[in-house]
T-cell receptor, first 114, second 112 residues
């Protein structure tokens, strides 16, 4: 089983619908992240959490919200999906040794908003 | 100016050649530097990290860091078709809130 698991892997939805992407990890890491990837733009940070009580906005948080339910779970919600939120979304984790640690990614959730 | 820049490519090299990938960053306070490889439709995976000036070698991969010039590069020796992927440069530092900032990636194609 993957250390970082994302569900769903693929989702097609309509404009205005509420969508939740879920992430769970078995690595025991405190730090969790949600990234969005669009062609030619690399990975852009949406939200991040350094522990259960810590939630921070990233570069592109507008239109998104998150919930850190436990150390191992970090969910991303789109309250009212719009077509320009069509993208590939990655959850990632890292340990607290941030300057030497690496990011471990989930397999990605491909979201299409019609 | 983007914080982390890379040539988008595609960079095409023949099998067996050296592929050279470059990355520049804007924040002089950046402290750690990473190269991730991403195959089409897959998640990124770390291939190299470097923290001090100079070269770091791992098998066919060499990362080079020059903080004075604010660039980091990745050399792939004896390139193989299986190296064909997008290579993402990432930077971390206190000024980024201890987060990883990624470049747009360079697509590498190794031709048999």
């Amino acid at each position: 089983d993957a250390d970082v698991t994302q569900t769903p892997r693929n989702r097609i939805t309509k404009t205005g619908k509420r969508i939740m992407l879920e992430c769970s990890q078995t690595k025991g890491h405190d730090r969790m992240y949600w990234y969005r990837q669009d062609p030619g733009l690399g990975l852009r940070l949406i939200y991040y959490s350094f522990d259960v009580k810590d939630i921070n906005k990233g570069e592109i948080s507008d239109g998104y919200s998150v919930s850190r339910q436990a150390q191992a779970k970090f969910s991303l919600s789109l309250e009212s999906a719009i077509p320009n939120q069509t993208a590939l979304y990655f959850c990632a984790t890292s340990d607290s040794e941030v300057y030497t640690g690496e990011l471990f990614f989930g397999e990605g959730s491909r979201l299409t908003v019609l | 100016q983007k914080e982390v820049e890379q040539n988008s490519g595609p960079l095409s090299v023949p099998e067996g050649a050296i592929a050279s990938l470059n990355c520049t960053y804007s924040d002089r306070g950046s402290q750690s530097f990473f190269w991730y490889r991403q195959y089409s439709g897959k998640s990124p995976e770390l291939i190299m990290s470097i923290y001090s000036n100079g070269d770091k070698e791992d098998g066919r991969f060499t990362a080079q860091l020059n903080k004075a010039s604010q660039y980091v590069s990745l050399l792939i020796r004896d390139s193989q078709p299986s190296d064909s992927a997008t290579y993402l440069c990432a930077v971390n530092g206190e000024n980024y809130g201890q987060n990883f900032v990624f470049g747009p990636g360079t697509r590498l194609s190794v031709l048999p």
